[in-house]
């Protein structure tokens, strides 16, 4: 009996209910330290000098390192423009500057935890103050103040699309609509803040067990910095307590790394939630200027748009993040004539970077507003203006290149729109019925439609591979097969999902399936958990190896090894003037339909169900990609009405869960209504799509049309928190007026 397609209990389910399963937070030696941070008192500043002396003399201090005791004192995921330790006395240049109150600038080691909080009270920095800037317009104009060496303007990266003539495009268009769109930060809020432990291992190592998304970057990044040769540095995930993409780049590796590799003991440390917030990266605020064109009978002819995404003080992955909101600013439909500038600028700012859906919930909240907004300019129905529009195996993609094999939207809306209630289907047109309105005059409800397409996997010519080994062991019969995968389980079953595919693969069951993952001491590099790649990459991987292992079964070699490096598709860069490119190898789709009670009393927007069409390719596991699929809703949800991140002149003003709102079981929608549909992707392992980030990407602009069809207007900044929509409805005249 096949296990593709089987809801298997999750291998980790036993152990994290009956709390048995070690976090990082959980793991502790007999001669362990703990460390604390301090970390910049300014957002923009020169260190002139660092005073320890106190703080050494603390009984019970063992240690304080600062710039000088870092041996190569920069990291990045994308580029190396961070210090490790913000301070004077550093090799590298800029690295007594700190750009943003989440650098690091000394790290104190002592005996307990509250002896090293104690002790960082008393390090005393003197700090030369230095212009700031907040505001990534304001940081891209002539005399901003400059972040960062070769720089100019603070423009991180700046891509184009020019894509047929647009001197003649608008003149096609019999209706123009043009908008405005400002998303806002989101906190990852995973359960288990930042935490880890490093020390020496047997054979010498230097070894960091720690919450991480890609343990193999994290070993290059920590090798880096200690300038120790790669064998010499070793990573392990223990559980993770979910992700997002915030454990994406650095936070403790590298300085629990440092520490322990200096004193040659072990070295613990637990961020508080407080220091979470306020010290982890962020998704990108970004603001979008668009202007679409399009016939009287729908079809699109012109869009135009600037995207002007915050970066913060250092790069992360911001240069990859706008790359992705460059593209799908555009949406999944075929437009002929395109003028897209995408900026990503740096700030004083909290450092932004990935976070689910990568660039893509911003691009999409305008494009699919924009689509809305035309579908009802042109008086059409808005499944209807998009069936007109959405790409197809023979369409170009908006930067002017076929897109790979497989697209499925244009069946992903219909199934959607056919699957909600809301919309009947007549000789082959969508029309929608009306909407049950409360008795409750305060009270209007609305539907909402949007949709949406993301990469699965590395773009833009980013290396892409991933290694994967099957061990087959036995005499006469296959006793046990043996998985080594180096991919983070951070919440989201991937392990499970492995061993199924790996059991698959060889043919045994899965009782008879071990995984060793996630420890770069016993796995080749597998790349993040990330960008929707985990199932897709692995799963080739782990289907290469079996069949290498299998072959020399039969060849009666025992035991059995296979060692395959998958390497999907190659992409290509944005071409610098037109942006013309071969951005991914593969994509996943999702429409999403949203009904919305808006009470225009208050404001409060309660969403009632939400109807989610997920292109999942082959769904490995039913049970898991429900529940992504529902995950994803709820985090959109807070994304697209809740969470409401305030930063002022860099600094977070609400970094606790009492302040910084995410929904609860008591503000979730009433129905998530998962419909999974299964057009196997050309190249994916049994046919299977990347997926858990898609059904992020529609929700806030499902909601914001959901919130025009009940009330009249269009609000194009998120969230929609009810102050901002009790706001704009009095503005325009609906609700109770202010006395």
């Given at each position: ?9 999750r ?33 923009h ?29 920069s ?6 423009d ?33 002896i ?36 100019p ?21 019999d ?33 960091v ?93 012109a ?49 932004t ?20 907004r ?13 069936r ?30 056919e ?81 199924q ?17 996630s ?44 060692v ?14 037109t ?20 009470d225009?009393?208050t ?42 991140l ?5 600094r ?88």
């Open positions: 009996m096949s296990l593709i397609g089987k809801s298997v209990i291998t980790d389910a036993v152990g994290k209910v009956t709390g048995k399963t070690p976090y990082p937070s959980d793991v502790n030696f007999e001669d362990q330290l703990w460390m604390k941070i301090l970390f910049s008192a300014r957002s500043a020169r260190i002139v000098s660092i005073d320890t002396s106190e703080a050494l003399a603390y009984p019970g201090v063992i240690a304080v390192f600062t710039a000088v005791d870092v041996p190569q004192n990291y990045g995921l994308i580029m190396p961070q210090p490790v330790l913000c301070g004077p006395g550093s090799d590298q240049a800029g690295a007594d500057i700190v750009r943003c109150y989440m650098d690091n600038v000394a790290l104190v080691v002592a005996e307990t935890e509250e090293a909080a104690a002790a960082r009270d008393l390090i005393k920095v003197e700090y030369e103050d230095l212009p700031a800037v907040y505001d990534p317009y304001e940081a891209m104009k002539d005399g901003a103040p400059q972040l960062h060496l070769n720089t303007k603070n423009i991180l990266c700046h891509y184009r699309i020019r894509k047929g003539d647009m001197g003649s495009a608008w003149q096609q268009a209706v123009v609509v043009e908008g405005e769109f400002h998303t806002a930060y989101q906190e990852h809020a995973f359960l288990q803040p930042e935490a880890g432990i490093g020390y020496i291992d047997d054979e010498g190592r230097v070894t067990l720690v919450a991480g998304q890609w343990t193999h970057e994290d070993q290059e990044q920590i090798a880096h910095a200690l300038s120790l040769p790669l064998e010499q540095v070793r990573v392990i995930y223990p559980a993770v307590g979910g992700a997002f993409g915030g454990r994406e780049d650095m936070s403790v590796q590298i300085v629990l790394a440092l520490a322990a590799y200096k004193l040659r003991r072990p070295v613990k440390i637990i961020w508080s939630r407080e220091e979470s917030i306020k010290y982890h990266h962020k998704r990108h605020p970004i603001s979008i200027k668009a202007k679409w064109g399009a016939r009287k009978d729908g079809k699109l002819v869009m135009e748009a600037e995207v002007v995404g915050d970066a913060g003080g250092y790069a992360y992955t911001s240069t990859k993040v706008l790359g992705n909101t460059n593209m799908m600013v555009a949406g999944p439909y075929e437009i002929p004539n395109a003028h897209i500038d995408t900026y990503a600028v740096y700030t004083n700012n909290i450092p970077g990935a976070f689910r859906g990568f660039g893509g919930p911003q691009g999409a909240f305008a494009a699919e507003g924009m689509m809305n035309l579908a009802d300019a042109l008086g059409m129905d808005p499944v209807e203006v998009r007109v529009n959405l790409l197809t195996d023979d369409k170009l993609a908006i930067v002017g290149t076929p897109m790979p094999k497989g697209v499925t939207i244009g069946p992903v809306v219909e199934k959607c729109a699957e909600s209630g809301y919309w009947q289907r007549k000789n082959d047109t969508f029309e929608r019925l009306p909407v049950e309105q409360p008795a409750d005059p305060a009270k209007r409800r609305g539907v909402g439609f949007a949709c949406a397409f993301k990469n699965v996997g590395f773009s833009f010519g980013a290396p892409e591979n991933c290694w994967g080994t099957i061990e087959i062991h036995g005499d006469a019969t296959i006793e046990k097969v043996v998985v080594r995968h180096a991919a983070a389980e951070v919440g989201q079953g991937t392990h499970t999902v492995i061993m595919m790996a059991a698959e693969a060889v043919g045994v069951p899965m009782e008879k399936v071990e995984l060793i993952a420890d770069t001491a016993f796995t080749d590099n597998s790349g993040s958990v990330s960008a929707s790649r985990m199932t897709f990459m692995a799963g080739n991987a782990i289907r290469g190896a079996a069949e290498i292992a299998v072959q020399k079964w039969k060849d009666e070699d025992r035991p059995a090894v296979g395959y490096q998958y390497r999907p598709p190659k992409t290509t860069p944005y071409d610098p003037k942006g013309r490119s071969e951005p991914n190898f593969a994509y996943g789709y999702v429409a999403q339909i949203v009904e919305v009670e808006v225009i009393e404001g409060h927007v309660d969403l009632i169900r939400v109807i989610s069409a997920n292109d999942v390719g082959r769904a490995v596991n039913p049970q898991q990609v429900k529940g992504q699929i529902e995950g994803a809703v709820v985090q959109a949800q807070g994304y697209a009405i809740m969470e409401n305030i930063s002022m002149e860099g977070i003003l609400n970094p606790y869960l009492s302040t910084y709102l995410i929904p609860t079981v008591y503000d979730i929608p009433k129905e998530v209504k998962s419909v999974i549909l299964e057009y196997a992707d050309p190249i994916g392992p049994w046919g299977a799509r990347g997926m858990a980030e898609m059904p992020f990407l529609p929700l806030a602009p499902a909601i914001a049309d959901a919130i025009h069809d009940a009330t009249g207007i269009w609000i194009d900044r998120l969230p929609l928190t009810p102050d901002r929509v009790v706001k704009t409805l009095r503005e325009n005249g609906i609700g109770v007026a202010f006395s």
